[in-house]
């Protein structure tokens, strides 16, 4: 579950919120000034992400040295045109963004 609290409550409430965290593995984000500055999930998850993000990292710099002879420009119509061509597949009634 996430769970949403305001900076002064997640001081107030640490210890309870980090039982919330280790032994129910909710999430949650706290904000400041009604904005969300960061977020406390468990151990375990944090390590996955973690390693996700490595995996991620090394993925996008394979992507860049692989387009790197593309102009920008021309990199920017293949993608439209490849955004173009699946937004057309996509089933009548599907929202877009």
């Given at each position: 579950?996430?769970?949403?609290?305001?900076?002064?409550?997640?001081?107030?409430?640490?210890?309870?919120?980090?039982?919330?965290?280790?032994?129910?593995?909710?999430?949650?984000?706290?904000?400041?000034?009604?904005?969300?500055?960061?977020?406390?999930?468990?151990?375990?998850?944090?390590?996955?992400?973690r390693?996700?993000?490595?995996?991620?990292?090394?993925?996008?710099?394979r992507?860049?040295?692989g387009?790197?002879?593309?102009?920008?420009?021309?990199?920017?119509?293949?993608?439209?045109?490849?955004?173009?061509?699946?937004?057309?597949?996509?089933?009548?009634?599907?929202?877009?963004?």
């Amino acid at each position: 579950m996430i769970t949403e609290t305001s900076a002064v409550n997640f001081r107030r409430n640490l210890s309870e919120i980090l039982k919330q965290v280790q032994y129910r593995h909710d999430w949650v984000v706290i904000n400041k000034d009604g904005k969300p500055v960061a977020a406390l999930v468990d151990a375990r998850l944090f390590e996955r992400i973690r390693r996700m993000q490595g995996r991620f990292d090394v993925l996008c710099r394979r992507m860049e040295a692989g387009f790197a002879a593309v102009p920008q420009e021309e990199g920017l119509t293949e993608i439209e045109s490849a955004v173009a061509w699946e937004r057309k597949k996509a089933p009548a009634g599907v929202k877009r963004k």
